[in-house]
Every structure is written in structure tokens, then in C-alpha cells.
């Protein structure tokens, strides 16, 4: 069984960077057909998808963010990361890391519990 726990700082400075890290332990982030993606959801607005990275370390980002935004890897720790520069209080937020396998019509998903991540000096 997956499971993912977001880890980093809870305060950021504005134009500072957030850096979160997701480790994942009951499978590999290699895995053929898992998808490992970051999203946020701001207080009182909605869920949004921020980028993915795929088991093949392919990435892909939210065009409304992909200046600032960053994943990464690092296979050896079974970890992705998440990397936002030049963040404003605006990206205060709760983010989530998950996990997504699809296989033909079928999807499994795996979340992290949220970590708070708030902007402010």
C-alpha cells in the first residue's frame, strides 16, 4: 500500500522559494503507470493542480504556474519535490502531494495528508 507525507517549512518570506518534499514508501515513484503530481488549495478556493512528474521523470506543469514551479526527484530516497519561487502571500495554501495509477479504465489514488504552507513577513 502507498503512502505519501509532505514535508518542508510552514512560513515562507515573500519572494522566498517554497520547498516541499514528498516521500512515498509502499512502492517505487518508478513504478510503470504512476504518476506523482503536487496540488494546492488556497483558503476558500478550490483545488489546483500545480505540475506532475511521471515514472519516467517526464514532467508537466500548470501554464499558470509553470514559470515558478519546479518538480523534481530523487530516486535513491523514493522522494519528489516541489520547488516555487518568487512566492506572495497569494500561495499561501494547503499543498498535497499525490499519487495516480492508471491502467486501462481503472485509477487508484494516493494522497498526503496536506501540509500548510504560509507566505508572510
Known amino acids: 500500500q502507498v503512502q505519501l507525507q509532505e514535508s518542508g517549512p510552514e512560513l515562507v518570506k515573500p519572494s522566498q522559494t517554497i520547498s516541499l518534499t514528498c516521500t512515498v514508501s509502499?512502492?517505487?515513484?518508478?513504478?510503470?503507470?504512476?504518476?506523482w503530481g503536487w496540488f494546492r488549495r488556497p483558503p476558500g478556493k478550490g483545488l489546483e493542480w500545480m505540475g506532475t512528474?511521471?515514472?519516467?521523470?517526464?514532467?508537466y506543469y500548470n501554464e499558470s504556474l509553470k514559470s515558478r514551479t519546479s518538480i523534481s526527484r530523487d530516486t535513491s530516497k523514493n522522494q519528489f519535490s516541489l520547488h516555487m519561487s518568487s512566492v506572495t502571500p497569494e500561495d499561501t495554501a494547503v499543498y498535497y502531494c499525490?499519487?495516480?495509477?492508471?491502467?486501462?479504465?481503472?485509477?487508484?489514488?494516493?494522497w498526503g495528508q496536506g501540509t500548510q504552507v504560509t507566505v508572510s513577513s
Open positions: 499525490k499519487g495516480l495509477y492508471r491502467e486501462y479504465g481503472r485509477t487508484k489514488e494516493y
Open positions: 509502499g512502492g517505487s515513484i518508478t513504478t510503470r503507470n504512476y504518476d
Open positions: 512528474i511521471a515514472y519516467d521523470g517526464s514532467t
